[in-house]
T-cell receptor, first 113, second 112 residues
């Protein structure tokens, strides 16, 4: 069974731009969660999607948004990028809920210049 | 909100036993996870505790005390490949929604 895939793996953007990251969960998994990981703050929960609906949301500004498609693939969008958005963005999928065992993708390394 | 504390770094010797502690404060505790993350890689699931007590899985064990807001991960017969960050994560069922909050991780270095 294929694991969680994320594209692109690396991305360089400049301040003010917007970016879209993609995540394909493990086949059969319906819950997709997004996390931001930085050396200073560790892993922070962004949001969780299930059946195309945002089910949970962390404490991030509205510049961070996401969506999920009918095939459970998910995208995350960050608008008006700031230097502090430089981070590793991880996607995790699980069968039904965020509390089932989550399987993480390799992440997208975003650098904002 | 939640507060999760774990040591920043630990060092242990190959073949030894190491215990990584995690304390938490949460309004609606609903489970605790441990993840392992090697440098440059994604986190991988190690264990899940929702009831008090010890869960053993091979060389790794995880303990939970809900009344004390405390958990630990015990690694036995340490191997060099166990050098990684270990993340404690708590599920909070407060405010009618579920959220997984991670600690900042404990970087474990295993030395010969």
């Amino acid at each position: 069974k294929a694991g969680v895939t994320q594209t692109p793996r690396y991305l360089i953007k400049t301040r003010g731009q917007q970016v879209t990251l993609s995540c394909s969960p493990i086949s059969g998994h319906r819950s997709v969660s997004w996390y931001q990981q930085t050396p200073g703050q560790g892993l922070q929960f962004l949001f969780e999607y299930f059946s195309e609906t945002q089910r949970n949301k962390g404490n991030f500004p509205g510049r961070f948004s996401g969506r999920q498609f009918s095939n459970s693939r998910s995208e995350m969008n960050v608008s008006t990028l700031e230097l502090g958005d430089s981070a590793l963005y991880l996607c995790a999928s699980s069968l039904r809920t965020v509390t089932d065992e989550q399987f993480f993708g390799p992440g997208t390394r975003l650098t904002v210049l | 909100g939640q507060n999760i504390d774990q040591p920043t770094e630990m060092t242990a010797t190959e073949g030894a036993i190491v215990q990584i502690n995690c304390t938490y404060q949460t309004s609606g505790f609903n489970g605790l996870f441990w993840y392992q993350q090697h440098a440059g890689e994604a986190p991988t699931f190690l264990s899940y505790n929702v009831l008090d007590g010890l869960e053993e899985k091979g060389r790794f064990s995880s303990f939970l005390s809900r009344s004390k807001g405390y958990s630990y991960l015990l690694l036995k017969e340490l191997q060099m490949k166990d050098s990684a960050s270990y993340l404690c994560a708590v599920r909070d069922a407060g405010a009618g929604s579920y959220q997984l909050t991670f600690g900042k991780g404990t970087k474990l270095s295993v030395i010969p």
